[in-house]
């Protein structure tokens, strides 16, 4: 079978869109402690901005496996991971409590979703390229 480029650029992709979500959730980290953030139950920069890094992390590693063409499975699950960095409900979310103003450019949801969604579909259609095991 010859080997083709769906692979590679959903790997690409998948990097790049962890290392969005590692920022965002950096700047999540710096603007919510520096500023004190705060709802009802708990402090919204403890939980989303480690989460976001963590999610991030995912679709890197996910990415590397894809370039690679091994493991299917974890390529496909870092590929989705890096939707929740710049899915619309994290967005609504942080409008609620007025983040917004401070992070217009993390929220944005132009090219990091197109990334995160054309990298699920590229791995999804690059299936028969991973290795069998």
Same mark, same amino acid.
């Given at each position: 079978?010859?080997?083709?480029?769906?692979?590679?650029?959903? *790997?690409? $992709?998948? &990097?790049?869109? #962890?290392?969005?979500? +590692?920022?965002? =959730?950096? /700047?999540?980290?710096?603007?919510?402690?520096?500023?004190?953030?705060?709802?009802?139950?708990?402090?919204?920069?403890?939980?989303? *901005?480690? $989460?976001? &890094?963590?999610? #991030?992390?995912?679709? +890197?590693?996910? =990415?590397? /496996?894809?370039?690679?063409?091994?493991?299917?499975?974890?390529?496909?699950?870092?590929?989705?991971?890096?939707?929740?960095?710049?899915?619309?409900?994290?967005?609504?979310?942080?409008?609620?409590?007025?983040?917004?103003?401070?992070?217009?450019?993390?929220?944005?949801?132009?090219?990091?979703?197109?990334?995160?969604?054309?990298?699920?579909?590229?791995?999804?259609?690059?299936?028969?390229?991973?290795?069998?095991?």
């Amino acid at each position: 079978m010859h080997k083709k480029w769906m692979p590679i650029t959903a *790997g690409v $992709l998948d &990097i790049i869109s #962890g290392i969005f979500g +590692i920022l965002q =959730g950096l /700047y999540i980290i710096s603007w919510g402690s520096f500023i004190g953030f705060t709802c009802s139950v708990y402090e919204v920069w403890e939980v989303w *901005g480690p $989460l976001h &890094i963590v999610v #991030g992390v995912l679709a +890197i590693i996910g =990415g590397i /496996y894809a370039c690679k063409r091994k493991m299917w499975h974890l390529a496909l699950a870092g590929a989705i991971a890096g939707i929740f960095p710049s899915a619309p409900f994290m967005v609504s979310y942080l409008e609620e409590f007025s983040i917004r103003y401070f992070m217009h450019l993390p929220t944005s949801l132009d090219f990091k979703l197109v990334f995160a969604i054309v990298a699920i579909i590229l791995t999804v259609l690059s299936r028969k390229q991973f290795e069998r095991k």
